[in-house]
């Protein structure tokens, strides 16, 4: 509160909570929300109870992404020097005061003081901000105050909980001579009282679809309910922020800021009911299309927020050829969640790329490509689908897909006859018309949604899995194959205390017909000097293919588990990463009948690829770089044993 600010959202929530312990399950039901400065109901969902507890009784906590460990964890004396400092009554309660420290500079952990109960040797009240030296990134400050009082004999829960937020990108000093620079500030304050304990529900209660559910226009209550149902009152500062923030809204130089930021982070610049974009895709440069000039844009939520339409155009100099798409996508519903997409597109692409990777009209692509970008697909594609969401966490599409490909640049579509004589025919273009199932399950996740595309928020405790079955239907709009595809996925990221965390990635596939290989897989290659976490990084486009497949990708992040022990090192805060990729596979000849494989095209007949790294991220606070090691496949043309990759990286 010493820090003068300009207030720029508000929002409150009131919510019943139900737990049960056995089998674990938790609903809340959000009676109210009132937001001044963004009217989206998911923030109500967002500032609710299930998606900002601090459990101090936990051994870990996640906070920022990091593992940040509790002082009152089991094996907290390794980590904090405690100091008893004071005894005295605390409400009905006679409590000792403990303080604490970490042990070692950039841990993450606390500093504050903490209230023990003689008795039950309860944490009545606690008080705690992160260490100053904290290995962490844009935060100027963190600090959390909880108090929990006794409701029943030996049964202690949580009554207030207040949180603070300091966010700069440049960590403020406090020095006057330097220039201030301007940060986000947040406070987050929650009652919690009406405890009910051991008086159960029936099962049916704890089988609802969602854990938050959201009453019937939570925005729309008046102030008189407010008044009647807030825990605590609101004080005159924060009465005079509700008015304040609207004015906010208002201000020139306000609205400037959040043109900028929101161009920055979207890609896209809102003008009215228009969003051009997105910026990046501008100009670019590939050795078929020469310089391409790309003009594109969508309706933004000023224009609605049920449905949304997108086009673009695009010219190359060198083919002079125009390209351009068309796009389309609304909700049917929203409880429970119902979208539809549609579109339309005739462009160039660059098939065997991870969905990580820059797209070919990427400036940045044009300029980190290691080499010429000429095996270029001609892809003219149609596409609709229907997406629900059956509850959170677990959605099914069903998609059908029309698209015909030709061969551009290096590439070459060719098949060997021998009627009347041997000889080389070439394959004008290849057409398929597919139906798909998608099918993503992830349990417990939650989300923050804005009109129609949403984040996932928090650290799932259990695998995310994912399902595609694809089915080519033979002769349908000419279309040259028939088919079934299969891939199953799984992935998730496992906390590991003080070790840091790691994420996984299993996936495989199987094909069932025959086809030409441009529609067999194709694995992610990258032939750019950006690290690409989904493809390897060591692999060229179109090196390798599969008719049937299993790969495994690992990546482990130490944050800083060795370089904060080094003394001066561990100023620069670089964190310490690694990671492993495999992938085996086998491949039937009979596709070859139907396309001959590139040179340089091969399957991996002779055990998996595999690929490790070990790198440094945090350099500058933004950047990673690795240094990767191709395992197998040395002797294959246009490669390296080693390769060294850089990306940005923005993290806590």
């Known amino acids: 509160d010493a820090k003068p600010y300009l207030p720029i959202f508000m929002t409150e929530t009131l919510s019943d909570v139900y737990y049960r312990q056995q089998p674990k399950k938790q609903r809340e039901f959000i009676r109210g929300t009132k937001v001044s400065g963004v009217e989206n109901e998911s923030i109500g969902r967002f500032m609710g109870d299930m998606y900002q507890n601090v459990n101090i009784y936990e051994n870990f906590l996640v ?17 904090y020097d405690y100091y008893l400092t004071d005894s005295a009554f605390v409400g009905k309660n006679w409590c000792y005061k403990l303080t604490f420290t970490p042990k070692r500079v950039q841990e993450l952990a606390f500093t504050g003081e903490m209230w023990i109960s003689d008795t039950t040797y309860a944490v009545h009240r606690i008080e705690a901000g992160i260490a100053s030296g904290a290995n962490l990134n844009f935060v100027q400050g963190f600090w959390v105050k909880q108090q929990y009082d006794q409701v029943q004999n030996e049964v202690w829960m949580l009554t207030r909980d207040e949180l603070v937020v300091d966010l700069n990108v440049i960590r403020d000093t406090g020095e006057k001579n330097k220039n201030a620079v301007q940060g986000f500030y947040g406070r987050r304050t929650a009652t919690y009282r009406d405890f009910l304990i051991n008086e159960p529900r029936e099962d049916a209660f704890y089988e609802g679809v969602d ?19 807030r825990h605590v009152p609101l004080t005159a500062k924060e009465n005079a922020i509700y008015h304040m923030v609207d004015t906010m809204k208002t201000i020139p130089r306000f609205r400037t800021y959040v043109d900028i930021i929101s161009t920055l982070a979207t890609g896209y610049y809102e003008k009215g009911k228009i969003e051009i974009g997105p910026y990046f895709t501008t100009v670019s440069y590939n ?37 351009f798409g068309l796009a389309t996508r609304g909700f049917i519903s929203k409880e429970p969640r119902l979208l539809y997409r549609a579109s339309y597109k005739h462009d160039v692409e660059q098939l065997g790329q991870s969905t990580n990777a820059f797209r070919n009209d990427n400036i940045l692509g044009s300029f980190f490509r290691r080499n010429p970008n000429t095996k270029l697909t001609d892809v003219e594609q149609w596409k609709a689908s229907l997406e629900r969401e059956w509850f959170s966490g677990f959605t099914s599409e069903v998609m059908v897909r029309y698209r015909t490909l030709q061969a551009l640049g290096d590439l070459r579509y060719t098949r060997l006859s021998f009627e009347p004589l041997p000889r080389l025919d070439n394959v004008g273009s290849i057409r398929t018309a597919e139906v798909s199932l998608n099918t993503r399950f992830a349990y417990g996740e939650k989300y923050v949604s804005g009109e129609f595309d949403r984040i996932a928020v928090g650290i799932l405790k259990y695998p995310t899995i994912e399902l595609h079955l694809a089915y080519g239907v033979p002769g349908l709009l000419n279309s040259d194959h028939e088919y079934t595809k299969v891939v199953a996925r799984s992935y998730k990221r496992w906390q590991l205390g003080t070790a840091g965390w790691t994420r996984t990635t299993i996936e495989g596939g199987r094909i069932f017909g025959t086809l030409p290989y441009p529609l067999l897989v194709i694995h992610s290659g990258n032939e750019t000097f950006y690290l690409d976490d989904a493809s390897f990084n060591t ?18 992040h130490f944050e800083g588990l060795f370089f904060n022990r080094i003394p001066l090192l561990r100023r620069l805060k670089w964190r310490e990463v690694a990671t492993f990729k495999a992938v085996a596979g ?35 606070k933004v950047l990673r770089f690795d240094i990767i090691w191709r395992l197998r496949y040395n002797d294959h043309p246009r490669t390296a044993p080693w390769a060294l990759r850089a990306k940005l990286y923005i993290n806590f």
């Open 63 to 79: 906070i920022f992404g990091k593992n940040f460990i509790s002082p009152i964890a089991d094996g907290g004396r390794g980590y």
């Open 211 to 229: 854990d938050v559910v959201v009453e019937l226009d939570p925005l729309s209550l008046g102030a008189d309910y407010w008044d009647q149902n």
């Open 287 to 323: 050795p078929v299309e020469g310089m391409r000039f790309r003009l594109g844009g969508r309706t933004s939520n000023s224009f609605s927020n049920w449905v949304e339409f997108e086009g673009y155009s695009a010219y190359g100099l060198l083919d002079e050829r125009f390209k």
């Open 539 to 556: 692999m060229n486009f179109f090196e390798f293919i599969s008719d049937r497949y299993v790969q495994l990708f690992a990546e482990h």
């Open 586 to 620: 086998d491949l039937d000849q009979k596709h070859s009948d139907e396309l001959l494989f590139l040179p340089g095209m091969y399957a991996l007949y002779n055990g998996p690829f595999m690929e490790a790294s070990a790198g440094i991220e945090n350099v500058l």
